[in-house]
């Protein structure tokens, strides 16, 4: 897990606005993405995650500076050797919709998500929980070491709702409820607009200071930082690195800026197409300049180079000295495309426009194409892109972003039903072997083995990691930075 390290304050002429004139018990905050639907154990998005876990809906476990800790729980264990997961529901808990939690609710909550979290099938195979009193309980063939982990730190939240929610739905459909267990409910969901959520009263832990969040939808980020230097904002995500400067003269905003919170990843389409063979993976990854993708995305901030597929803080990161395809080297590269299926029909290269994801994908095709390779950028809006990387028929790499993971197997990339898809039977044995460890200290060292055996496999190209920036206005305190941000614990003074 990465945590902001740092924080950087800087000035803002204070003529722009008046402290004194903010309603402190109110939030207004930009975010660059609207989610597309808030259902967290089917869309793991980033905006999604930001807005509503934690803050209406809540996890069984959770994660406290690194640590496993007890939400919705009252308390868990591991038994059986480790084999057997336990976890006891806390009491006196309230939905949003006066019911009660209870352990049929988190027992369909948490084989919902089971069902949709190829990761942690990897854990349990075919078991699902089951209830007794006030526990539910999982019990696998092998270790259950790592899914307290998951649990905590999914992308596809865990999060908890009401069973009648989930037993009014058809197989694949989506929650349209948002009643979850959280300090702050659904108000309003203003489509194109903006989300407002509203403190709860009847909240079973510690109350917020903030009694209402406004989440607007604001994707050009001058937008935001306008909106932030008028007044208009609290707090503004993804700073690109253009409007850095300008806010670092600036009184009465401050900066938050941390190590690598996420990656850049070039997926290739293993289903179909001339990216299912293993030589033009190889020839991509020799042929490209990472520095200047990265640059072409992030300018000079806010962003390292390096592919391993974890951040460089984490527990389970390997040196990148091993990879024998992520330096490049022209001569080998068309080497391996001369050998390849390439037969100079386009490559078509997909991302969206969110956040200079494009100018990735813009570089890319032109540094291909310097090389001889025929290619056709398809920039989509976030839904469009979504949607269309699901058919393979469709593209043959596409760009996106991911936020860090706490663990190696929650990367979406390495499962089958990915899209682009995964299908290397000596990775996929040492991915097994990680996933039924009995410690997390052998894990993580099979996971080195596998990383470089991911490495010569290509599933996808990290040519670097990302550190996002965001701004507030410095009256605004104890942000929480844990995998997005958070207000939970925070006040404007």
Request: proline share 4%.
């Given at each position: 897990?990465?945590?902001?390290?740092?924080?950087?304050?800087?000035?803002?002429?204070?003529?722009?606005?008046?402290?004194?004139?903010?309603?402190?018990?109110?939030?207004?905050?930009?975010?660059?993405?609207?989610?597309?639907?808030?259902?967290?154990?089917?869309?793991?998005?980033?905006?999604?995650?930001?807005?509503?876990?934690?803050?209406?809906?809540?996890?069984?476990?959770?994660?406290?500076?690194?640590?496993?800790?007890?939400?919705?729980?009252?308390?868990?264990e591991l038994g059986d050797s480790g084999k057997t997961l336990t976890?006891?529901?806390?009491?006196?808990?309230?939905?949003?919709?006066?019911?009660?939690?209870?352990?049929?609710?988190?027992?369909?909550?948490?084989?919902?998500?089971?069902?949709?979290?190829?990761?942690?099938?990897?854990?349990?195979?075919?078991?699902?929980?089951?209830?007794?009193?006030?526990?539910?309980?999982?019990?696998?063939?092998?270790?259950?070491?790592?899914?307290?982990?998951?649990?905590?730190?999914?992308?596809?939240?865990?999060?908890?709702?009401?069973?009648?929610?989930?037993?009014?739905?058809?197989?694949?459909?989506?929650?349209?409820?948002v009643a979850g267990t959280g300090p702050y409910?659904?108000?309003?969901?203003?489509?194109?607009?903006?989300?407002?959520?509203?403190?709860?009263?009847?909240?079973?832990?510690?109350?917020?200071?903030?009694?209402?969040?406004?989440?607007?939808?604001?994707?050009?980020?001058?937008?935001?930082?306008?909106?932030?230097?008028?007044?208009?904002?609290?707090?503004?995500?993804?700073?690109?690195?253009?409007?850095?400067?300008?806010?670092?003269?600036?009184?009465?905003?401050?900066?938050?800026?941390?190590?690598?919170?996420?990656?850049?990843?070039?997926?290739?389409?293993?289903?179909?197409?001339?990216?299912?063979?293993?030589?033009?993976?190889?020839?991509?990854?020799?042929?490209?300049?990472?520095?200047?993708?990265?640059?072409?995305?992030?300018?000079?901030?806010?962003?390292?180079?390096?592919?391993?597929?974890?951040?460089?803080?984490?527990?389970?990161?390997?040196?990148?000295?091993?990879?024998?395809?992520?330096?490049?080297?022209?001569?080998?590269?068309?080497?391996?495309?001369?050998?390849?299926?390439?037969?100079?029909?386009?490559?078509?290269?997909?991302?969206?426009?969110?956040?200079?994801?494009?100018?990735?994908?813009?570089?890319?095709?032109?540094?291909?194409?310097?090389?001889?390779?025929?290619?056709?950028?398809?920039?989509?809006?976030?839904?469009?892109?979504?949607?269309?990387?699901?058919?393979?028929?469709?593209?043959?790499?596409?760009?996106?972003?991911?936020?860090?993971?706490?663990?190696?197997?929650?990367?979406?990339?390495?499962?089958?039903?990915?899209?682009?898809?995964?299908?290397?039977?000596?990775?996929?044995?040492?991915?097994?072997?990680?996933?039924?460890?009995?410690?997390?200290?052998?894990?993580?060292?099979?996971?080195?083995?596998?990383?470089?055996?991911?490495?010569?496999?290509?599933?996808?190209?990290?040519?670097?990691?990302?550190?996002?920036?965001?701004?507030?206005?410095?009256?605004?305190?104890?942000?929480?930075?844990?995998?997005?941000?958070?207000?939970?614990?925070?006040?404007?003074?």
């Amino acid at each position: 897990m990465h945590f902001l390290r740092f924080i950087i304050p800087v000035l803002i002429s204070f003529s722009l606005f008046s402290c004194s004139e903010k309603d402190s018990s109110a939030l207004s905050v930009a975010v660059a993405q609207e989610p597309v639907v808030l259902d967290l154990m089917v869309n793991s998005s980033v905006s999604g995650r930001n807005i509503v876990d934690g803050n209406v809906y809540e996890r069984l476990i959770a994660l406290s500076d690194g640590n496993l800790v007890p939400q919705l729980a009252e308390s868990f264990e591991l038994g059986d050797s480790g084999k057997t997961l336990t976890i006891k529901i806390r009491e006196g808990v309230l939905f949003h919709d006066g019911s009660e939690l209870d352990a049929e609710d988190a027992v369909l909550s948490m084989n919902r998500w089971l069902s949709y979290y190829a990761s942690a099938e990897r854990l349990v195979g075919d078991s699902r929980f089951t209830a007794s009193g006030d526990c539910i309980s999982i019990k696998a063939d092998s270790s259950l070491v790592l899914l307290p982990f998951m649990i905590a730190s999914s992308p596809l939240a865990a999060v908890i709702v009401p069973a009648e929610e989930i037993l009014s739905l058809d197989d694949g459909e989506i929650l349209q409820s948002v009643a979850g267990t959280g300090p702050y409910r659904m108000k309003e969901w203003r489509y194109g607009d903006s989300i407002e959520l509203e403190r709860w009263d009847e909240y079973w832990g510690e109350m917020p200071e903030i009694e209402h969040i406004t989440y607007s939808f604001v994707p050009d980020s001058v937008t935001r930082r306008l909106g932030l230097e008028s007044g208009q904002f609290d707090f503004i995500d993804t700073v690109l690195s253009d409007d850095i400067p300008q806010l670092s003269k600036m009184d009465g905003i401050t900066l938050h800026q941390g190590d690598e919170n996420g990656s850049i990843v070039l997926v290739f389409n293993k289903k179909a197409g001339v990216s299912a063979d293993a030589d033009f993976r190889k020839a991509v990854s020799l042929l490209i300049d990472r520095d200047e993708l990265m640059k072409a995305c992030y300018g000079d901030y806010g962003y390292s180079l390096h592919s391993d597929y974890m951040e460089a803080d984490s527990l389970w990161s390997v040196d990148d000295s091993s990879d024998p395809f992520g330096t490049e080297n022209e001569e080998k590269g068309l080497e391996y495309l001369r050998a390849s299926s390439y037969d100079n029909e386009p490559v078509r290269i997909l991302s969206s426009n969110l956040t200079n994801l494009d100018k990735i994908a813009i570089a890319l095709s032109s540094e291909l194409e310097e090389e001889g390779i025929e290619t056709e950028i398809i920039i989509l809006d976030w839904a469009a892109f979504i949607e269309k990387r699901k058919d393979p028929e469709f593209w043959d790499i596409y760009v996106s972003a991911t936020s860090s993971t706490i663990l190696p197997l929650e990367k979406n990339y390495l499962t089958a039903t990915s899209p682009g898809g995964f299908d290397n039977p000596e990775s996929e044995t040492l991915l097994k072997a990680v996933a039924e460890t009995e410690s997390v200290e052998e894990a993580i060292s099979i996971w080195q083995d596998c990383q470089k055996s991911l490495w010569n496999y290509i599933p996808v190209i990290v040519p670097g990691h990302y550190s996002t920036v965001y701004a507030s206005v410095s009256t605004l305190e104890n942000i929480d930075f844990t995998n997005g941000f958070n207000f939970r614990k925070a006040a404007v003074k």
